[in-house]
Every structure is written in C-alpha cells, then in structure tokens.
C-alpha cells in the first residue's frame, strides 16, 4: 500500500534552512514538487529508488539537497539559503518505479513553507 506523508514545513526567514521528511511506503522514485499561490505545480527535486540518481530544477540547484534512507522509508529535502520565491506548498511525489516520471502516480498532502524577507 503507498502512502505518502510530508512533514517539516513552516515559517522561516530569508537565509534560513528547513528540512523536509516524506515517510514514503511502498513506492520506488520519490521526488518534490510545490506550488505558490497563482501558480502552476512545478517539479523541485527528485531521487531514484537506491538513490544514485539525483536533479534539481534549475533555480535550487545547490541550495536544495534531496537524499533518501530506505530505512526508514523516508526521503528529505534539505533546503538551504532558502528565499521569498521559495515560498509554496511542497508536495511529495512518488512513482512505482526506479525514477521518477513526469506525472507521478502517487501524491502526498502537502507541507506549506514559509520564507519571509
């Protein structure tokens, strides 16, 4: 059974750091996505199932480090030097296979992050 449940958002400043945990079950490729207020879903971040294969869009690229402990079944997105434009609902995403699609099938319920300036 996939279940997908995000935790660890919040209200942060500009330059601060959070960390997202997904508790991911029974899925393979995990990834982030997020949406602002007025704006489309966009894809984040995204990790192959023994985790080997890692990307980013372009504008966390070095900021945000996605990683996964198959462990615990949980997959995290580090983010660092967080900005206002950072400032969206983020959503995990998970497909049942080893990377993610474009359109995955499975989708957590969102953690809201807050970067103010």
């Known amino acids: 059974q996939v279940q997908l449940v995000e935790s660890g958002g919040g209200l942060v400043q500009a330059g601060d750091s959070l960390r997202l945990s997904c508790a991911a079950s029974g899925v393979y490729a995990v990834g982030w996505f997020r949406q602002a207020p007025g704006k489309e879903r966009e894809f984040v971040a995204a990790?192959?199932?023994?985790?080997?294969?890692?990307r980013y869009t372009d504008s966390v690229k070095g900021r945000f480090t996605i990683s996964r402990d198959n462990a615990k079944n949980t997959v995290y997105l580090q983010m660092d030097s967080l900005k206002p434009e950072d400032t969206a609902v983020y959503y995990c995403a998970a497909d049942l296979k080893v990377v993610l699609t474009t359109n995955p099938s499975y989708w957590g319920q969102g953690t809201q992050v807050t970067v103010s300036s």
């Open positions: 990790i192959s199932w023994r985790g080997g294969n890692t």
